[in-house]
């Protein structure tokens, strides 16, 4: 089983709608997820960050985390063309001896005008 | 100017040859990182550090070293470079003082060894 894992899409959406990109993890102890957004050809850029279970809203983006079932999700409210990329979830685990960030496969979306 | 600066962005290197990848960053951050993208694969991490005289392997450091000069300076290098090294390569920075884990990268140096 891979450490994080995520659906390599393309996921399509049409514009206005909600863009729904799932992730699960394996390492039971995680503390930390991140959502980074990576345009083709550029770096990935963080947008989002949750710590605790529940969900974390900023501006259209929410982030969900259920650590019992070892998932976390980034909903995108009113997606737009721009929101075209690909999405990378990552995950910190807190009882390895260092600073340990696993990034998954990323999920691409499509978002269409 | 950019927070974390890869050079060169883009380099063709033939096989056998040795090169090096340099990272500068103004964000004060004591963390940096190496990773490599490919295609289905993700990004892997090569070598981090978490101080000028702390230096880590990571999940596939062989065939790779890196020097940390200063706070702001983290390089790589390819020894003899193979051609299953040729991959887009990425620096990052992190913060271990403010909680706040998430990392900023640098712009990426694509390599071809040929």
């Known amino acids: 089983q891979k450490e994080v894992e995520q659906n390599s899409g393309p996921l399509s959406v049409p514009e206005g709608a909600i863009a729904s990109l799932n992730c699960t993890y394996s390492d039971r102890v995680s503390q930390s997820f991140f959502w980074y957004r990576q345009y083709s050809g550029k770096s990935p850029e963080l947008i989002m960050s949750i710590y605790s279970n529940g969900d974390k809203e900023d501006g259209r983006f929410t982030a969900q985390l259920n650590k019992a079932s070892q998932y976390v999700s980034l909903l995108i409210r009113d997606s737009q063309p721009s929101d075209s990329a690909t999405y990378l979830c990552?995950?910190?685990?807190?009882?390895?001896?260092?600073?340990?960030?696993?990034f998954g496969p990323g999920t691409s979306l499509s978002v269409i005008p | 100017d950019a927070d974390v600066t890869q050079t060169p962005r883009n380099r063709i290197t033939k096989t056998g040859k040795r090169i090096m990848l340099e990272c500068s960053q103004t964000?004060?951050?004591?963390?940096m990182y190496w990773y490599r993208q490919d295609p289905g694969l993700g990004l892997r991490l090569i070598y981090y550090s978490f101080d000028v005289k702390d230096i880590n392997k990571g999940e596939i450091s062989d065939g790779y070293s890196v020097s940390r000069q200063a706070q702001a300076k983290f390089s790589l290098s390819l020894e003899s470079a193979i051609p299953n090294q040729t991959a887009l390569y990425f620096c990052?920075?992190?913060?271990?003082?403010?909680?706040?884990?998430?990392?900023?990268f640098g712009s990426g140096t694509r390599l071809t060894v040929v």
């Open positions: 964000k004060g951050h004591d963390r």
């Open positions: 990552a995950v910190k685990g807190s009882k390895t001896s260092y600073d340990k960030v696993i």
């Open positions: 990052a920075t992190s913060d271990s003082g403010t909680g706040n884990y998430g990392y900023t």
